[in-house]
């Protein structure tokens, strides 16, 4: 919903992106508070697997993002000529999974993660991108959401403020999230927590070690239904991937969120050590 510019900070003398909101929708409210929100949210996180904010404001009518210029490519580019080999895809999966463990334990769940919105830099770090949809909803050690009132970088500008319901964003039925790349949860129109995440990461994983879409279909209403009754094509059909990485693929695709992993990062500890055991191999 931005326009993205290279840039440079005369006062740190250091490049930077900025992220434009674009008159058309400037005067839209809807579009300024969700602008803002990523603003908010990102500003929130410091993880070297997630882009860094710089700084947030407005010029003249003009709303803006300053945020690390982050040199590289997209998912989506990375394998437009095929999947990726297997060592390269844990290895960015597993930064991945690191970087929203992160985002999870601090109550933020992104409900966009798509191939666009994760970069890799030349340097082989991975960077998550566009909180525009992320929403505060924390788990009790118990794995239950907590309903009390608590400081959240979600809350209005007031950094002293308690939560305060985004009706666009809570209320049953609204599907918001990328067709192909949402979970179940999401297509029906159901609060998303962190295994909603587990669920989008694993469609990317899928296609990083496949290059083939997961659910792709037809159209989109095809694709959420494949979303909510169909499984992919088994990944242990193709001899190149062996049996631990497909497991934790199928793993984030169960059609449940209980059927997934129980903590964000034991997800990322086992991408991180299958990296590290074929490395070693």
């Known amino acids: 919903m931005g326009e993205i510019y290279r840039a440079k900070d005369s006062r740190l003398g250091r490049e930077a992106a900025i992220k434009v909101l674009p008159p058309a929708f400037s005067s ?7 602008f803002e929100k990523e603003a908010r949210a990102a500003s929130a996180l410091n993880h070297p697997n997630i882009v860094t904010v710089y700084e947030v404001g407005k010029a003249e009518s003009v709303s803006f993002i300053a945020m690390e ?30 970087g929203l463990a992160a985002a999870h334990a601090r109550g933020l769940v992104h409900r966009d993660l798509k ?9 082989g770090r991975v960077k998550i991108l566009d909180f525009g949809l992320a929403v505060w909803r924390p788990l009790d050690a118990a794995g239950r959401e ?39 949860e999401q297509a029906r129109g159901e609060p998303a927590d962190f295994r909603s995440d ?40 193709d001899a190149r ?18 059927g997934r992993y129980a903590s964000p990062q034991d997800l990322a500890s086992d991408l991180t050590s299958l990296w590290g055991n074929l490395s070693s191999a």
């Open 241 to 258: 991937l062996p049996a631990p990485f497909c497991w934790i693929v199928e793993r984030c695709l169960v059609k449940e969120p209980e």
């Open 198 to 237: 587990q669920f989008s990461l694993g469609v990317v994983l899928y296609e990083l070690a496949s290059g083939r879409r997961a659910f792709d279909r037809g159209s989109a209403i095809e694709t959420l239904s494949a979303i909510l009754r169909d499984e992919p094509s088994p990944l242990t059909a």
């Open 115 to 123: 191939p666009q919105n994760v970069m890799v830099t030349s340097e």
């Open 28 to 34: 839209d409210p809807e579009s300024l508070r969700r």
């Open 146 to 184: 907590q309903t009390a009132a608590a400081h959240h970088p979600l809350a209005n500008n007031d950094p002293t403020a308690a939560p305060t319901a985004d009706p666009s964003l809570t209320t049953p039925g609204t599907i918001l999230g990328t067709v192909g790349y949402m979970s179940p």
């Open 69 to 98: 210029l982050v040199d590289g490519k997209n998912l989506r580019e990375l394998i437009a000529n095929g999947p990726l080999p297997l060592r390269r895809v844990l290895e960015i999966g597993g930064q991945i999974a690191e």
